[in-house]
C-alpha cells in the first residue's frame, strides 16, 4: 500500500525522524520470515486482540507505537499464508473490534493507523507523542484520516480469516467497511474511486485524488466479498475499481500511471513500482495482458539485485522486492524469486525483522501530506510491512486471492 504530490497512500508513511541503527548493522535470520512475523502477536501479549507496532524499534516520535493499519492488515493476511491462522485472528479481531469502537465516527470507517498493544475497553486508541517545544500532545493527521486502500486491505485481511469456523462476524466486518468505501465512486474521467479522507474529525479533508493501488486493491476486496456473499453489487463496485485500473496503462511507457490528480482525470505519471505489480497480481489475466509493466520495472527501477521504489534507484525497497518476488514465484519463475527473496534476506534487523530500505532515506517522488515541503521517504528501520510482504513471497501466498495462485 494513491500518488501524487498530495496522494495519500503508499504502504505506509513515515514522517521525517532520525535513524538510530547504524547502516552496517545485520545480525544473521534466526527464523524464517513466516517465523519471525509468527512470533510477534505473543512477544507483543500471550492473547487478545492486538495491532502490531509498524516500526518496532522506533522509541519517539510520530511513528514511535503507531500501528498502521495496512501493514497490520498485510502481516495478518500474510500469517493465513505462513499457516498461523489464529494468530492472524488476533490481529482480524482487533479490526474488527476498531469498526465499533471509534472516538468518533460510527460508520464504518476505519483509520489509517492504531495505537499498537492489546486492544481494551473504551474507544479504540489512535497514535500520537509529546511534542517538548509545543507542550503538547499531538497527532499525525495522516494516521487518524482514512484512506480507501487501507481500508481495501482490512477488508482483505478479514476475508482471509473469514472460514465457516468464525461465523459470519469476519464477513460482515468487511461487508461494512465496503459500504463505507462505496461512497467514494466517482463519476469524473474512467470512474473508480477516490481516496478516501485526511485529517482530523469532524470535518476531513476529502481526498478527491484517485490512485491505481487503491482501485486495484479495492478490486480484489470487492471482488473477494462478493464470492463470499454471493451478492452481486459487490461484484458491480469490483468491476468499476478494475475498470479505472486498466485505463491507467500506458502503452507509451508499457506501465501504469499511479493514479489521477485532484481532477480525477489528469493522469499522474510518477513510476512507482508497486502501482506495476499489484494489477497484474491482483486482476484476472492481467499477468499477461500487461506483462510488459515487468519489463519496464526491470529496465527503470531494478537496483541492487531487487527494486527501488522509483527511477531515482538511490537503494533497494525490501517491501517492494517482496512484491515482485511473490509475483514472480505466482508465475512459475521460481529462480528469479528465490534470488529477490535472497537479497530480502539479506536486509535482516538485528530485532530479526526486515528493514525497509538499503539507505538511510530512500525517496518516493511523492512529498509528505503533512508537509509539503518535505519529501515522502522510506528509512532504514525494521518494518513489519517489508516482513509481511517477506513472509508473502517465501509462503508464495498471494493476498489478493487467498490462495498460492493468480487470479
Known amino acids: 500500500m494513491g500518488r ?10 513515515c514522517t521525517i525522524i532520525g535513524v538510530a541503527t547504524p547502516l552496517w548493522a545485520q545480525a544473521a535470520p534466526a527464523a524464517s520470515a513466516c517465523g519471525y512475523l509468527a512470533g510477534l502477536p505473543d512477544k507483543a501479549a500471550p492473547s487478545g486482540p492486538l495491532f502490531l507496532p509498524s516500526y518496532p524499534t522506533v522509541e519517539s516520535g510520530p511513528l514511535h507505537g503507531a500501528a498502521y493499519l495496512y501493514d497490520n492488515a498485510v502481516a495478518a493476511i500474510a500469517l493465513v499464508g505462513c499457516g498461523e491462522r489464529d494468530k492472524a485472528y488476533r490481529i482480524g479481531s482487533a479490526i474488527l473490534w476498531a469498526i465499533d469502537n471509534d472516538r468518533s465516527w460510527h460508520d464504518g470507517r476505519l483509520r489509517n493507523a492504531y495505537a499498537a498493544g492489546v486492544v481494551a475497553s473504551g474507544s479504540a486508541k ?11 500532545w499531538l497527532e499525525d493527521r495522516y494516521q487518524v484520516g482514512s484512506d480507501v486502500g487501507n481500508i481495501a486491505w482490512a477488508m482483505l485481511a478479514l476475508l482471509s480469516i473469514d472460514d465457516v469456523n468464525t461465523g459470519a462476524g469476519f464477513r460482515d466486518g468487511a461487508a461494512r467497511l465496503g459500504a463505507w468505501i462505496a461512497q467514494w465512486a466517482d463519476t469524473r474521467g474512467t470512474g473508480g474511486f477516490t ?21 486495484t486493491d479495492l478490486a480484489a476486496a470487492f471482488g473477494l466479498l462478493a464470492m463470499r456473499t454471493g451478492e452481486a453489487h459487490w461484484r458491480d463496485k469490483s468491476t468499476v475499481a478494475e475498470y479505472f485500473v486498466n485505463t491507467m496503462w500506458n502503452p507509451g511507457c508499457a506501465c501504469f500511471a499511479a493514479g489521477t490528480a485532484e481532477d480525477g482525470v489528469t493522469h499522474n505519471p510518477i513510476l512507482a513500482l508497486d502501482a506495476q505489480i499489484w494489477p497484474l497480481t491482483a486482476l484476472h489475466g492481467a499477468a499477461g495482458k500487461f506483462a510488459s509493466a515487468m519489463t519496464t520495472a526491470e529496465q527503470r527501477m531494478s537496483v541492487g539485485g531487487g527494486f527501488s521504489y522509483g527511477e531515482d534507484r538511490d537503494g533497494v525497497w525490501t517491501e517492494g522486492t517482496g ?59 525494521s518494518h513489519l510491512g517489508a516482513a509481511s510482504w517477506a513472509a508473502l513471497a517465501e509462503c508464495g501466498f498471494n493476498p489478493f486471492t487467498m490462495t498460492k495462485e493468480l487470479p
Open 126 to 136: 489512535l497514535p500520537g507523542w509529546w511534542d517538548n517545544a509545543q507542550n503538547k
Open 195 to 215: 481516496g478516501g479522507t485526511f485529517g482530523h474529525e469532524p470535518t476531513p479533508q476529502v481526498r478527491t485524488w484517485k490512485s491505481t493501488e487503491h482501485n
Open 4 to 13: 501524487i504530490a498530495t496522494f495519500a497512500w503508499i504502504a505506509t508513511y
Open 323 to 381: 512484491q515482485m518476488a511473490l509475483l514472480m514465484k505466482l508465475l512459475g519463475k521460481t529462480e528469479r524469486a528465490e534470488s529477490l527473496i535472497a537479497v530480502i534476506e539479506s536486509q535482516r534487523s538485528p530485532d530479526g525483522g526486515f528493514y525497509a530500505t538499503t539507505v538511510r532515506a530512500l525517496p518516493t517522488g511523492f512529498v509528505l501530506d503533512t508537509d509539503p515541503t518535505k519529501p515522502r521517504n522510506y528509512f532504514r528501520l
